[in-house]
């Protein structure tokens, strides 16, 4: 449901014409230069009601041209002719290309200010995520516990069904060159492994 409203002076004519719906009548209205509140409930009157948000759109622009602006000779405060006013309408996908492109603006604004902010409160900031980190580290770690059975089971449903043929071949080929290039340090590993189970068994049988 929207209304098309007036604000009325203490002679009972209007001085702001407007459309809104809810409570919208009876808030401050934002200007970049401050904006106004509206004025006591005696002086709000609800010209018109619709069921269409464009009729209401229509009728605003009616009343606005009927009553004038001040700017234009006229006796209402309104800065827009009426309807969409200045607004424009994005679609979603438009909404966030917009603000994409607007934090990627200020981010290059704001580079210089953040590296140099993380540079001089570094060790600040580190100590905050190690506190928020073991802050709840033995409830996480419970949680886990109680779920770890169903975690694995998803993250290897996860894994397996989402892996194409070429990274199976490039994990294929990546653990054939690895084995290659340190053969050596793996087998010296694994003497130094065994030497070490050998010798822990002796000291049990004794």
């Not at 449901?1 to 919208?24: C, F, H, N, Q």
């Not at 905050?128 to 449903?157: A, G, L, P, V």
């Not at 894994?159 to 290659?180: N, Q, V």
Request: aromatic residues 16%; hydrophobic residues 20%.
């Amino acid at each position: 449901m929207w209304y098309v409203y007036a604000y009325l002076r203490e002679d009972k004519t209007p001085y702001y014409i407007g459309k809104g719906s809810g409570k919208r009548c009876y808030v401050k209205h934002r200007r970049s230069n401050g904006g106004f509140s509206a004025p006591e409930k005696e002086r709000v009157l609800i010209l018109k009601k619709f069921n269409n948000e464009e009729e209401s759109f229509q009728f605003e622009k009616y009343m606005i041209f009927l009553y004038g602006r001040k700017i234009d000779g006229g006796i209402l405060i309104n800065e827009s002719l009426g309807g969409l006013g200045n607004k424009t309408f994005l679609t979603e996908e438009e909404r966030n290309k917009k603000r994409k492109e607007s934090r990627e603006k200020w981010l290059e604004k704001n580079q210089d200010y953040h590296k140099n902010y993380w540079q001089s409160n570094k060790e600040k900031l580190n100590n905050e995520q190690k506190e928020r980190y073991y802050k709840n580290i033995e409830s996480r770690k419970k949680y886990w516990q109680e779920n770890k059975e169903e975690f694995n089971k998803k993250q290897r449903e996860k894994y397996h069904s989402g892996e194409s043929e070429s990274r199976k071949e490039y994990k294929k080929k990546y653990a054939e060159e690895y084995r290659k290039k340190n053969s050596e340090k793996h087998k010296e590993y694994m003497r130094e492994y065994y030497k070490k189970r050998k010798l822990e068994s002796n000291n049990g049988d004794e």
